[in-house]
């Protein structure tokens, strides 16, 4: 039978190439059936699936694009703080003669600042009020928190003044340190040095204005209470918060960090 049809298309080819007019024979694929092409409907079908698919994709590697820049800027700013607290309480380097836990006595904020540290705006105290809105009841607003932190090293052989770097009302960017020199803030590029490490720049670290330094007195059974008097109240217990975040990050992404630090030369360990 299949002999006869090929004989059958074999003839009808030859009438062909004598009648050009004939329409020319579909000749059959081994295995039966003719071939058959791809149609506009079915192209267009498969493009769109693609489509869909690849955008799928996309979202996907996109979002967890997303989630590992904001887990590891989470790190950098955790790193960051640890840094920064690290250096406060122990000193630069391995200088802990300057560091707060080696300190003859720490001096309030609001209890003649301007005369310990020579050429600071003697109008400081109020900064605490206009940048640092007070969150402690009235009678406790001297506790913090305050933009500086200052202290006399052991045998008062130095003062040494931080202080929370605003760039606005509503971000502090770094904290500085004085020079040693003159504590001027106005010019801080002369007088103070930024604490903030250069990779710390590179990842554009910051640290938010709800940061600050807190003191803190004793009860009688040792237990430490807020400072509500600036002059009189022995400072006991300095407290550093620090929240900080990636210029990437939301603020509801920023890392709180919090440190409580006991004044040696008042309290016997």
């Excluded at 009438?15 to 081994?30: G, I």
């Excluded at 707060?100 to 904020?109: A, K, Q, Y």
């Excluded at 710390?200 to 640290?207: E, F, G, S, T």
């Amino acid at each position: 039978m299949k002999k006869r049809d090929c004989c059958k298309n074999e003839i009808a080819a030859l009438n062909y190439a004598r009648n050009d007019t004939a329409p020319p024979p579909r000749l059959p694929r081994q295995g039966g059936g003719y071939k058959k092409g791809f149609t506009l409907i079915e192209m267009l079908t498969t493009t769109a699936i693609m489509v869909i698919v690849f955008g799928l994709l996309a979202l996907i590697f996109g979002r967890a694009t997303t989630i590992h820049k904001v887990v590891r800027s989470g790190g950098d700013a955790e790193n960051f703080g640890i840094y920064l607290i690290n250096t406060i309480i122990y000193g630069p380097g391995t200088n802990r003669e300057e560091g707060l836990i080696g300190v003859e006595n720490v001096i309030h904020p609001e209890n003649s600042f301007d005369a310990t540290f020579t050429g600071l705006d003697p109008t400081v105290a109020s900064e605490a009020g206009i940048n640092y809105p007070p969150i402690n009841p009235p009678d406790q607003r001297f506790c913090g928190p305050y933009l500086y932190l200052g202290f006399k090293t052991k045998g008062s052989a130095k003062n040494i003044l931080y202080r929370m770097a605003i760039a606005n009302t509503t971000t502090a960017y770094s904290i500085y340190r004085d020079n040693g020199v003159n504590y001027d803030f106005a010019d801080i590029g002369a007088n103070y040095f930024d604490l903030k490490p250069t990779w710390a720049k590179d990842r554009q670290l910051q640290v938010l204005n709800t940061s600050g330094f807190y003191y803190y007195k004793i009860d009688a059974s040792g237990n430490p209470q807020p400072i509500t008097d600036a002059i009189n109240d022995p400072i006991y217990f300095v407290g550093i918060k620090l929240v900080l975040k990636s210029i990437l990050q939301n603020t509801q992404e920023a890392v709180t960090l919090y440190r409580c630090v006991r004044i040696r030369n008042q309290i016997d360990f």
